[in-house]
């Protein structure tokens, strides 16, 4: 069942951004906190995903976040092959499904859920074995659906690599397309942050 509330479309952006934040960070801890990795550990290779959803290029953005997510915790080095590779972290992506997760009282969607469903295993190189193996793994987040205003002072934009003049000269299309980019982004970053913890803390 759908729920509905309502807010000023001017907080829509700001509101669903700090929305996305705290769930996909729940849990989320600093480097060596939690970690089980093997201690001797230095290394670990990330292997192209496989994709099997329908969502095409999803296999290549989320290989590219989550080998960032591993380069920024520093905890181990990335490496360009699994022969250099003390760990390798394989995985498929089964699925990746969108639903309406609230809209306005105007019937217009204000954030979607997304359910990614994924196969991931981590080995060792030497020995070969597995350390970890998550069958049908089921990361969510929430991220906002439609178009809100662009508020010129938030913090998100003036970090961004457009100010209020551009804006004004961008028609609704390429705002639109600029949102999209930027969300996609954004849940590519979370689902990397949370899979990294599942890996790390093998649950």
């Known amino acids: ?58 296999d290549k953005e989320l290989t590219t976040a989550l080998r960032g997510e591993f380069y920024r915790r520093g905890q181990l080095k990335i490496v360009d092959s699994a022969e250099q590779a003390d760990l390798i972290l394989s995985g498929v992506i089964r699925s990746l499904d969108s639903t309406v997760a609230s809209v306005n009282r105007n019937d217009e969607v204000l954030q979607y859920e997304s359910l990614l469903i994924m196969d991931v295993t981590l080995r060792r190189r030497e020995p070969n074995e597995i350390l970890w193996r998550g069958q049908g793994v089921r990361l969510n987040q929430v991220y906002a659906g439609s178009r809100a205003a662009v508020v010129t002072t938030s913090s998100a934009f003036r970090t961004g690599t457009f100010n209020s003049t551009d804006v004004s000269q961008l028609t609704d299309i390429q705002l639109t397309e600029l949102d999209r980019r930027a969300i996609r982004d954004r849940l590519m970053e979370q689902f990397a942050r949370e899979l990294y913890q599942r890996v790390t803390e093998m649950f």
Request: proline residues 7%; hydrophobic residues 45%; contains cysteine.
């Open 1 to 58: 069942m759908r729920s509905y509330f309502w807010l000023p479309r001017f907080a829509v952006w700001s509101f669903a951004m700090m929305i996305v934040a705290p769930l996909g960070g729940c849990g989320y801890q600093f480097v060596g906190e939690s970690s089980l990795l093997p201690k001797e550990a230095r290394t670990i290779y990330v292997e192209p995903l496989v994709n099997r959803s329908r969502d095409v290029g999803l």
